[in-house]
Every structure is written in structure tokens, then in C-alpha cells.
């Protein structure tokens, strides 16, 4: 079992309700949720820790949003993502630290200037082009796989597709489930990072999750389409500068 102080629960099961505050819609801060349970757990051993929290709120919100999903989206970003999944599990051995780190903070920011720029845009054409689905499943696969950090590639991919805020919630969730879904046996026979002791500490942190659903969903529910989309903007860029700091 890990041994672990008060104070370092504390930043856990603060990890754990902002886990599900994330989930039920208020995308963006997965790099401090990450970030927090890697200094508690150690960056490794918290991935282990993390999966079956994603995935309890991954079914929380594919069964409050069921009636959003967007089923042909998935389709287009789930392929890539598995393919960035399957990289990750090899490559992410040979990758150093310090240069995934700035790469895909890198990589974020200049997203979000990129996604900035299109919400300025008087034309609001949608990117329609396999290539812009295809980078953004790649890099959302390989980066989940490494670091569980797919949710600003996949918020922009969701936000240049212009999806109505539930849609948004409602398509992620269902994206989600099944990748995370996918990663599982990696994390139990090739990284072992998930284990009994990993699972015991889990089930303490899920009702902190639980917690973070139902608030996450209220929120929501007070933020108007056109300033969830700038929100989402905004929260996805502090957590790629989050990344430079972690």
C-alpha cells in the first residue's frame, strides 16, 4: 500500500474531484490533475492510479450525455488514436522526459494560437481535411498513453468541429471510455502500473470523483455555448504552460 501523509491525500482527493469536475465538462486541467498525483504517487505508479478514476467518470458522463454523443466523430479520431496509443506503448521508452514535456507543451500552445485565431476568423469554416483529424488523434493517443494527457488535443480537435457544449461532453466521454478502455492491459502486463495495491488506492480516491461529476455538471449547466468554447480555450492553454512547470 502506498504510504502516504494527510497533506499528500489531500492533494489526491483534491486531484480526484477536479478529476470529475474535468470530466463532466470543464476540460482543460487534466495537466494539473496529472501534474498533483504524480508528485503524491510518483509519475509513473500515478498512471496506474489515475486509469480506473478516468474511466468511472468516463461512464458517469456517457450515462448523463448519452442522448449528445456524436457517433461520426468518433469514428474519425478513434483510428488515429489508437495508432498514437500503440506508439506510445513502444516509443514512449526512448523519449526523455524533458523533451516530451516541451514538445507537447509546444505543440498545445501553438494549437490553442492556431484555434485562437480560427475563433476570429469571420469565416468560420470547419477543418474538414483527414489530416487535421489524423495529427490531432495521433498526438491525442500517444500522449494519453504516456502521460494521460490526450484532452487538449482532443478539446481542439472538438472545438474546430464547432460541437454544441453537450455534444462536446457527451462525444468526449465516449471517446474516452473506449481508448482508456483499450490502454487498460498495457498498464496491467506491459508497464504494470496497474496492480492491487494501485486499485486499493483508486477505490479511496472515487468518491472524491463522484463528488467532482455532480459539481462539474451544475457548473456546466450555468455556462452559455460561446463562453464554454472560450473557457475550454483558456483552461487548455494554462495546462499546456502547466506541462513547462510540472
Sequence with gaps: MFEIGLLNFSIAASC???????????KGIASLIVTGLALVYGAKESTGILMP????????VISYYKRH???????????????????GV?????ITEALFKYGMALIILFSVGLMYYWENKKDKTIPSHWTFGGSM?????FTTMIGNLAGAFSNIYFLAMRLPKNNFIGTAAWLFFLINSFKVPFHIWSWETINSKSILVSLQLVPFVLIGLVAGVFIVKKIENESYRKLILLFTAIGG???LFN
Design 69 to 87: 454523443v456524436q457517433k461520426e466523430y468518433i469514428i474519425k479520431l478513434l483510428p488515429w488514436m489508437v495508432v498514437g496509443v500503440l506508439v
Design 90 to 94: 513502444v516509443g514512449g521508452n526512448y
Design 137 to 141: 488523434g495521433l498526438l491525442a493517443g
Design 53 to 60: 478514476l478516468l474511466l468511472v467518470g468516463d461512464v458517469f
Design 241 to 243: 504552460v502547466a506541462i
Design 16 to 26: 480526484a474531484f477536479l478529476l470529475g469536475v474535468s470530466k463532466s465538462g470543464i
